[in-house]
């Protein structure tokens, strides 16, 4: 089948590939970039397994083909903690608030969380609850996931206070 | 660190039994290095993908895969007529029955799995499927369970058609699997005819699916040179499919290496054998390359497992003032096309015989009917230990009956009826022997917790304003008390296959006093890397922080029979106490030879001996490992390792008391949980965060049962609900904050006293909100609403009892 060639920023990094029309986003992410963090949980956009943050948007990147994301910056849970190895605050408050527990979803909740918190930095917990309805998680209740968010709210803000 | 630190911060290091330890498998989930199945990725690698049935009952006429064959990338087509020569078109279940790998000759369910095409990649694979033209004739389909025995019902199994005797007994029709039967007849029956008061309600639990967020999937290499098989897989009893695997293709066992890593949950979906897993290693063997195979989400939910399609008429005799004297039941169990149950061997109900529950009922009796319809096979155990979750919500729903129709409270009518804590071990009239409990302290805690007498007060209060017209909305109170049995399980009872329910742990300690611990079992989400080394590091003194635990690998773990119907703490936690305790008592003889005194001479502290009386004269754990590898006793083999196969005594028997508040809007039928309060006994508590997590999950889940799951089917076998638009489960949105709460009722029986937790909150729960919904209705003539209480369901409902228009 005839490929494309695309070029498109990943986690800060120009990539060009030669893709199908029809390769999936999370396909092309996981497969030909070895960036397995994204999941796949239903290939139909319901469970958000597969969330990344594409030009300043979630997007679930099983109902994207790669080809769309020509040019686009995309940024990916593998994007997210510092080059030395800090964990960004997200990750640590999934880890401090046990906001995980198979963690399958988490790369895609934790995704999801980031982008929430660009748009709203301090949400109340509805909010938080509102604005991850489109990830699904069958662990832990979504009780804890609400906690860690917050967890990571409260160390945005004083960080951006002390900058 | 030294003998003069104190005891307190010598203990705090440990992060042993009872520390909110956090997560060591969290370090890579959160960056997104979790290492699942699909994640992993071999050399040459092909993928398979299925041709599935469109009809739920047909025969299969042709199957043309030339179209496919040409098709550049694709590496096999394999049908049936290929499977038969090596004998592999049927594959053993785990309930003793057979189930086919590709269907042959027929289909008996839609989604069943009829061509497998193995591909260069996923895409040339599902292009592939899609030229692939199978020619059927529809045949009648069976849906409906209670008519699977009618004398004209259409004849489905052909393959077994002249068998008069399944795995578990006497076949009474042709489409029957088995009759099961439990307890004392003619007592309970003789209870019944002098009752004062009876109820009888037919209480169906509706066909529904674990579903994981990680579906399941299977790499298979086969290294035709050496003639050795590795399986990946998501197997939550990796050793169990390593044998299996092995009685299957035929392959000795010690060739066989099976590997599950990463787990994106489990809930039971992940302990059968599928024929994905089996068409990957006959893709591998056939091609000598490895063959991925992941199913999607629409063959998860139609095609691997599902749970419950119990339909359960409980009956209860009770005199006029309360006093429970008797339970039957009848439950029809529908399983599909195949018995792909997973029970122990002897138990084709699984241990649905808790149905007595936490209530001292004199005499009881218990018969199921197996019996196969044109759905998907399984029968799996969705978050509960085999039918423990069908046989809570029996009971519970049927007390609430019954203090309905007393014109008693539930909560009172369940106190009224408890074991008393005195009883234990409390011999059941259907033969479990409950280990331990304290049901009272935890039903007054629970009831005084959320102030439920004011409760009932506003309940009247808003029936009062609802019969009045000036409001259309009612509150339910739903009461729930559960028992579960858990812990598979004592040998005596439970094997699979003939293997015993035991399971193991394997220590070897490293002389610097760090060590690796392995085990039979393996996590789907539950942290076992985490737990397990508390327990360890408690029994050892050991800090966890120094304990690596793996599990999943068959070449390296021991065997063991894996993780559901939570037995992993149990059994697996339970092996992990006695393997630390016979490091443990190595050390105690190397401190003796080190310090030169007799080994009864010396106590135990924390991390380490010291000489009773002196215990400024210690050594600890870490110089005990370094002199185990250059100076123990004369005599002693060198090195510090231990291995432990546990086969429990008994189950162990956690139980809890739930309260769920419920507002429901007539006009709309629209359910909105205001409060749910969960207590929770699991004996000793090993990790209060894990444990709450674990409960805030699995009340999750019952939730979504509860209040939407269903995986049924339209008249012509279509199977309806199997995608993410149609199955239910809960968002962040709808579901409600948990409040949760403990007592602590050590297991008599377990090295630390431990139960297990994980499916407490699933058994538990969808009672809770069944009885919570129905509550509402019950003193306006409603008497039991069958689940899933989904908004149209529960308007309908109130229009059937006149409330709505």
């Not at chain 2, 008061?197 to 040179?225: F, G, N, W």
């Not at chain 2, 691997?304 to 005799?317: I, K, Q, S, V, W």
């Not at chain 2, 809570?392 to 019954?402: F, P, T």
């Not at chain 2, 009831?447 to 029936?463: C, F, P, T, W």
Request: aromatic fraction near 8%; include cysteine; charge should be negative.
């Amino acid at each position: 089948m005839v490929k494309k060639l695309i070029s498109l920023i990943v986690n800060g990094e120009t990539v060009e590939r030669a893709v199908e029309d029809r390769t999936l986003l999370i396909h092309f992410l996981r497969e030909d970039l070895a960036l397995k963090g994204a999941h796949i949980g239903c290939e139909t956009t319901h469970c958000g397994a597969c969330t990344v943050d594409m030009n300043g948007r979630s997007v679930k990147s099983c109902t994207i083909f790669a080809v769309q994301a020509e040019g686009a910056r995309i940024r990916t849970i593998e994007g997210m903690a510092e080059a030395d190895g800090t964990l960004h605050p997200l990750q640590e408050g999934f880890r401090q608030e046990h906001g995980l527990q198979c963690g399958y979803c988490t790369p895609g909740m934790i995704m999801r969380a980031h982008r929430l918190l660009q748009e709203n930095p301090n949400p109340s917990d509805d909010e938080i609850r509102m604005g991850i309805a489109g990830n699904l998680c069958r662990c832990t209740g979504y009780q804890n996931i609400v906690k860690a968010i917050r967890h990571a709210a409260g160390k945005l803000q004083v960080r951006e206070a002390a900058e | 660190m030294n003998e003069h630190t104190p005891i307190s911060e010598r203990t705090a290091k440990l992060e042993g039994i009872g520390c909110k330890r956090k997560r060591v498998e969290d370090i890579r989930f959160v960056q997104g290095k979790g290492n699942y199945v699909d994640d992993i990725v071999l050399p040459g690698m092909l993928f398979g993908d299925f041709v599935r049935s469109p009809y739920a009952h047909a025969r299969i006429k042709a199957i043309h895969k030339e179209a496919a064959l040409a098709l550049p990338g694709v590496k096999a087509v394999l049908t049936a007529a290929d499977l038969i020569p090596l004998n592999l078109h049927y594959m053993p279940t785990l309930a003793g029955d057979v189930q086919a790998v590709l269907a042959h000759e027929k289909v008996l369910f839609q989604n069943q799995e009829v061509v497998f095409v193995i591909a260069t990649d996923r895409y040339i694979a599902a292009d592939a499927v899609e030229l692939i033209e199978v020619e059927y004739e529809e045949l009648p389909p069976l849906v409906d369970p209670f008519k699977a025995m009618a004398p004209d019902a259409p004849l489905l199994r052909e393959d077994i058609k002249d068998k008069a005797s399944g795995a578990h007994g006497p076949r009474k029709h042709h489409n029957h699997i088995f009759t099961w039967a439990v307890g004392d007849k003619p007592s309970t029956d003789a209870a019944f005819a002098g009752a004062a008061v009876t109820v009888k309600e037919l209480i169906s639990y509706q066909r529904c699916h674990p579903c994981p967020m990680e579906t399941c999937a299977s790499v298979a290499s086969m290294d035709k040179i050496n003639g050795e098989l590795t399986l990946w897989g998501t197997f939550q009893a990796p050793h169990v499919v390593r044998t299996v695997a092995s009685l299957i293709a035929g392959i000795p066992e010690h060739k066989i290496r099976v590997i599950a890593p990463d787990i994106g949950g489990g809930f039971g979906n992940k302990v059968g054998v599928y024929p994905g897993y089996v068409m990957s290693v006959v893709g591998s063997i056939v091609l000598g390359k490895p063959v991925k195979w992941v199913e999607d989400r629409i063959e998860n939910l139609s095609a691997t497992a599902f749970a419950r399609d119990y339909h359960m008429t409980g009956e209860l005799a009770a005199t006029s003032d309360g006093r429970i004297t008797a339970l039957r039941a009848h439950v029809l169990a529908d399983h599909g096309a195949f018995d792909a149950c997973a029970d122990p061997t002897k138990f084709p109900a699984g241990l649905f015989h808790i149905c007595t529950g936490s209530y001292d009922i004199p005499v009881a009796h218990v018969e199921v009917d197996g019996v196969y319809t044109n759905k998907a096979p399984g029968g799996v155990a969705y978050r509960c230990s085999f039918r423990v979750t069908e046989a809570a919500y029996m009971i519970e729903r049927l007390v609430d009956i019954l203090a309905q129709k007393l014109g008693m409270d539930a909560a009172e009518l369940r106190s009224k009826n408890f074991i008393q804590t005195a009883q234990f071990p409390y011999k059941s009239a259907l033969g479990w022997e409950y280990d331990s409990g304290d049901y009272p302290t935890a039903m007054n805690k629970v009831l005084g917790a959320v102030g439920y007498d004011a409760l009932r007060a506003e309940q009247a209060q808003m029936l009062a304003d609802f019969k009045a017209g000036t409001s259309r909305k009612l509150m339910g109170i739903g009461v729930s008390f559960f028992t579960e049995i858990v812990g598979a399980g004592p040998s005596k009872n439970c094997d699979i296959l003939g293997i015993g329910m035991f399971d193991s742990c394997e220590i070897r300690v490293h002389p610097t006093g760090s060590a690796i611990a392995r085990l039979g079992t393996k996590s789907q989400g539950q942290g076992h890397e985490t737990t397990y080394a508390q327990i360890l590091a408690t029994e050892t003194g050991i800090p966890a922080d120094m304990i690596t635990i793996e599990e999943g690998d068959t070449d390296t773990a021991p065997y063991g029979l894996g993780t559901y119907g939570s037995r992993s703490t149990p059994v697996a936690g339970a092996a992990c106490s006695r393997a630390g305790k016979k490091v443990r008592q190595k050390a105690q003889m190397i401190a003796a030879h080190l310090l030169e005194v007799h080994h009864d001479d010396l106590e135990w502290d924390v991390d380490g001996f010291q000489i009773k009386g002196l215990p400024e004269r210690r050594k600890s754990m870490k110089e005990l490992a370094w002199a185990a590898y250059n100076d123990v006793p004369p005599g002693m083999e060198m090195g510090l390792e231990a291995v432990d196969y546990y086969d429990p005594p008994n189950f162990t028997f956690p139980f809890g008391a739930y309260i769920c508040v419920a507002e429901i809007d007539v006009e709309t039928g629209e359910t909105k949980i205001r409060r749910f309060y969960a207590l929770d006994d699991c004996g000793t508590r090993i990790n209060p965060m894990i444990i709450e997590g674990q409960v805030h999950g699995g009340l999750t889940e019952a939730f979504g049962i509860a209040m939407g799951q269903i995986i049924d089917y339209d008249e012509t076998g279509n199977v309806r609900g199997a995608s993410f638009m149609d199955y239910f489960l809960p968002t962040a949105v709808e579901t409600p904050y948990w409040e949760t709460d403990y007592t602590e009722t050590p297991s008599p029986h377990h090295p630390i006293g431990a139960k297990g937790v994980g499916e407490s909150p699933n058994v538990g729960g969808v009672p809770a909100f069944s009885n919570a919904v129905n509550d509402a209705f019950a003193k306006l003539g409603g008497v039991h609403m069958q689940m899933p209480h989904t908004a149209p369901r529960v308007w309908n409902y109130a229009k059937g009892l006149g409330l709505v228009s």
